[in-house]
């Protein structure tokens, strides 16, 4: 192995052995039938997620580009 190259850590600490026994010990638990309508409910969910989180973004940006006008008030103009 080069000094330079970094080898990237597995996925979540995981290795491919572990994530393939979770994922037949999620099939025996769920059922062949009942994994894509889990599936389906996860990705739904991410893509909540993702949305409401661009949408809290844009309000960020939107708040920090606009800038608060001072607006002198009708009493401080009169002396």
Do not use: C, D, H, Y
């Not at 638990?29 to 894509?36: N, R, S, T, V």
């Not at 599936?39 to 940006?61: D, H, M, P, T, V």
Request: no cysteine; charged share 30%; hydrophobic share 35%.
């Amino acid at each position: 192995m080069n000094e330079n190259s970094v080898e990237e850590p597995p996925m979540f600490g995981l290795g491919g052995q572990e994530l393939i026994l979770i994922l037949l010990i999620i099939l025996l638990l769920f059922g062949a039938k009942k994994l894509p309508e889990l599936a389906r409910g996860l990705g739904k969910g991410i893509k909540e997620f993702k949305k409401s989180q661009n949408e809290i973004e844009e309000e960020f940006k939107s708040a920090g580009e606009e800038t608060p006008k001072k607006e002198k008030s009708p009493s401080s103009t009169q002396s």
